[in-house]
T-cell receptor
Framework: DAKTTQPPSMDCAEGRAANLPCNHS???????VYWYRQIHSQGPQYIIH???NNETNEMASLIITEDRKSSTLILPHATLRDTAVYYCIVRRPLNTGTASKLTFGTGTRLQVTL | NAGVMQNPRHLVRRRGQEARLRCSPM?????VYWYRQLPEEGLKFMVY????????ESGMPKERFSAEFPKEGPSILRIQQVVRGDSAAYFCASSLAARDLISNQPQHFGDGTRLSIL
């Protein structure tokens, strides 16, 4: 799976947009970009995923650059409950052998403050 | 719709005992994955199962660890003769079957079982 690079930590003021970057310069054309977060002592929570187009759901927006070498997760109005470690993961489609597993890196520790 | 259910939430075993961790996937999900998170480390993939079949066990230790996902009932991760190094949080995830080989279905995680070895 393509390797991802994320800043180790970020701060964001409550009510502001949190923009979390991720570099995945070796991504292949059929690999998806996934975002998960893990709040302390809980299991990872799925946020969003995309292939080429930008995606939006009730939690966040995912912006993928045209060359697909980087992406940004946007939490439009961060709250204290969004404090967590955010993981950007590149995942192969199922027709490439052992593609289903998720490979977690070290993520970005987002601290939302008052 | 209930999420992925794991039990027990906490499990304490003495060295040499067996640990059995259970995972009930989300309703309608036929794919189950197990991950392990050692203290202060990231999650590592262990095994991927579909009903009654192990699809990928590339992350499973070669000895003492086994997993199953029977036709009826929860998925079980079994650790025999536990050692201190097995102390970790074990997370289960489930997903729907993909509509085709190209599409992706997200994995949804439970809140884990925290295994402590005395």
């Amino acid at each position: 799976d393509a390797k991802t690079t994320q800043p180790p930590s970020m701060d964001c003021a409550e009510g502001r947009a949190a923009n979390l970057p991720c570099n995945h310069s070796t991504i292949s054309g059929n690999e998806y970009v996934y975002w998960y977060r893990q709040i302390h002592s809980q299991g990872p929570q799925y946020i969003i995923h995309g292939l080429k187009n930008n995606e939006t759901n009730e939690m966040a927006s995912l912006i993928i650059t045209e060359d697909r070498k980087s992406s940004t997760l946007i939490l439009p109005h961060a709250t204290l409950r969004d404090t967590a470690v955010y993981y950007c993961i590149v995942r192969r489609p199922l027709n490439t052998g052992t593609a289903s597993k998720l490979t977690f890196g070290t993520g970005t520790r987002l601290q939302v403050t008052l | 719709n209930a999420g992925v259910m794991q039990n027990p939430r906490h499990l304490v075993r003495r060295r040499g005992q067996e640990a059995r961790l259970r995972c009930s996937p989300m309703k309608g999900h036929s794919h189950v994955y197990w991950y392990r998170q050692l203290p202060e480390e990231g999650l590592k993939f262990m095994v991927y199962l579909q009903k009654e079949n192990i699809i990928d066990e590339s992350g499973m230790p070669k000895e003492r660890f086994s997993a199953e996902f029977p036709k009826e009932g929860p998925s079980i991760l079994r650790i025999q003769q536990v050692v201190r190094g097995d102390s970790a949080a074990y997370f289960c995830a489930s997903s729907l079957a993909a509509r085709d080989l190209i599409s992706n279905q997200p994995q949804h995680f439970g809140d884990g079982t925290r295994l402590s070895i005395l």
